[in-house]
């Protein structure tokens, strides 16, 4: 009866070939019986929501229904929002830009069912990120950002822009492995990251994976090396960091990241 696409992206390139296949294929479930919120900030979603009859729009470019403002991030990358139209304002406990969309997709959606704004302002506040997806913590000195439940170029970009708002007297470290799904793109994608990570000042990139190789020779930062064990890099990573630093771990399912994640764990218990 209701449906919601909170995004679209780059992802399963390898079998939809483009992005605005990508977006016809997702946004299936716009009908003309459904009623329809629309992220009035993503082109392709607006585009095929014209195929709704019933809808309402929200987002952060002041134009939707529901109409957010991020007004600032923690310390912790954690966006602190502004709703007017509700007269709320939200501090999340999950990092970063998307964690804010999503936040602001389920204060529309709880409000159209009658959800009470306190109610509403209660759970967005006490939600926490599980399941490797963009999981804050602490592991010994360091803060490790786990994201490694998926990626896709997209995600990937939002997961930089989350370190790139954690605040810390350390440095900030991409561990990066292999985006999957992109078929011919591949290549192309993982070096478009590279750039990315050199655009946003990072200096230290530590890559796993085939395709990342191309992701470590279009950085052309401070330090940027490819390795071909998980142990090797968390070896290597594991000299390198120092008190405050700030970890992203980021990779496909089937790069299992994660592992790495638990090398630092395991580290740190000793």
Do not use: W
């Not at 919601?4 to 479930?29: D, R």
């Not at 964690?99 to 009470?116: D, E, S």
């Amino acid at each position: 009866t209701h449906g919601i696409v909170t995004n679209v992206g780059k992802e399963h390139l390898e079998y939809f070939h483009t992005i605005e296949n990508i977006a016809k294929e997702e946004t299936t479930i716009f009908t003309g019986s459904v009623y329809g919120f629309v992220n009035s900030d993503d082109e392709h979603i607006v585009s095929h929501s014209v195929k709704l009859e019933k809808k309402i729009t929200y987002g952060f470019d002041g134009s939707a229904v529901v109409s957010g403002r991020i007004r600032n991030y923690s310390d912790g990358g954690c966006a602190i929002i502004e709703i007017p139209k509700f007269a709320m304002n939200i501090t999340l406990q999950i990092p970063g830009k998307h964690n804010a969309y999503n936040a602001l997709a389920a204060v529309t959606i709880g409000n159209h069912f009658g959800i009470h704004s306190k109610n509403i302002q209660d759970a967005l506040e006490n939600f926490t990120a599980y399941n490797k997806r963009s999981q804050t913590e602490r592991i010994g000195f360091i803060t490790v950002i786990n994201d490694t439940y998926n990626a896709n170029p997209d995600s990937a970009i939002s997961a930089l822009q989350t370190l790139q708002q954690f605040k810390t007297e350390g440095k900030k470290i991409i561990v990066f492995g292999d985006m999957l799904e992109l078929g011919t793109s591949s290549a192309d994608e993982h070096s478009l990251i590279g750039k990315k990570i050199a655009e946003m000042n990072f200096e230290y990139l530590f890559g796993y994976g085939t395709y990342s190789k191309e992701t470590i020779h279009a950085a052309r930062i401070v330090y940027a090396e490819h390795f071909s064990s998980k142990k090797e890099l968390s070896e290597q990573l594991i000299s390198m960091i120092s008190p405050n630093d700030v970890v992203l771990i980021k990779g496909s399912r089937g790069m299992r990241m994660e592992e790495i994640v638990e090398e630092l764990r395991t580290y740190f218990k000793h």
